[in-house]
């Protein structure tokens, strides 16, 4: 089968790559022109996440993992961004509980040989049930609803407890031994959903 001769277009195009160069940029031995508009890789915003999980509920590849450790008799959350299975679908920062948890950048290549260079990792102590030690919230998760409520708040000691604690109003003790049975001083204890609920449904107290 004969090859077709070149077209005179295809030629003024090999000409001119010959003399101009090629058409395709250099990267990676040279920094790519990115337009502001490009959304690349999320990141977190420290102020405004709350460490809440949220984002990782909705991660479609999982690049968000969330866990649980012990540190020094605290409880801590950590959030942790995986950059090298994100797909930059945006998800993450478009249903943030807070909508201002997570930022895009401009950066799109994380190429590494190490993988914690692509980690990005966020942390906040939690809040535990005073009765039976259940982890409940974050901190900050717990402050950033008593804000958005404002004298509501007040109502739920769960809520105004570790807000108080913040501004050093309270001094909350969690190193006391809680008696097992459920007591009506309870009710004005830092409590998971469950407690609360065995604290208004307890018989003695209606």
């Known amino acids: 089968m004969a090859i077709r001769k070149p077209k005179v277009r295809e030629l003024g195009e090999a000409i001119r ?9 250099k990267f990676p031995f040279e920094e790519a022109d990115i337009i502001p508009e490009f959304r690349g890789f999320p990141e977190f915003v420290d102020e405004d996440c709350i460490r ?5 509920e909705v991660c479609p590849v999982d690049a968000i993992e969330v866990e ?7 409880v801590i959350r950590c959030v942790r961004f995986r950059y090298d299975i994100c797909i930059l679908c945006g998800q993450c ?4 509980t807070t909508t201002k948890g997570i930022v895009y950048t401009n950066e799109f290549d ?10 990005n990792e966020i942390e906040d102590e939690l809040v535990l049930c005073e009765k039976c030690g259940k982890s409940i919230t974050t901190k900050k998760h717990l402050q950033w609803i008593a804000e958005r409520i404002g ?6 000691p769960t809520l105004i407890l570790p807000y108080l604690e ?19 001083e309870d009710l004005y204890k830092i409590l998971c ?14």
């Open 93 to 96: 920062g478009a249903l943030c």
């Open 17 to 25: 790559a010959i003399i101009k160069g090629p058409f395709t940029t």
């Open 193 to 206: 959903p469950e407690c609360r609920r065995a604290v208004w449904m307890k018989e003695n107290f209606l």
């Open 68 to 74: 649980e450790v012990e540190e020094n008799g605290r």
């Open 110 to 119: 994380k190429s590494t040989f190490d993988r914690n260079e692509v980690i």
């Open 151 to 156: 004298e509501k708040a007040y109502a739920n």
């Open 52 to 56: 809440c999980g949220a984002c990782s």
């Open 166 to 184: 913040d501004k050093n109003l309270v001094d909350i003790d969690t190193n006391i031994e809680e008696p097992p049975e459920i007591l009506r």
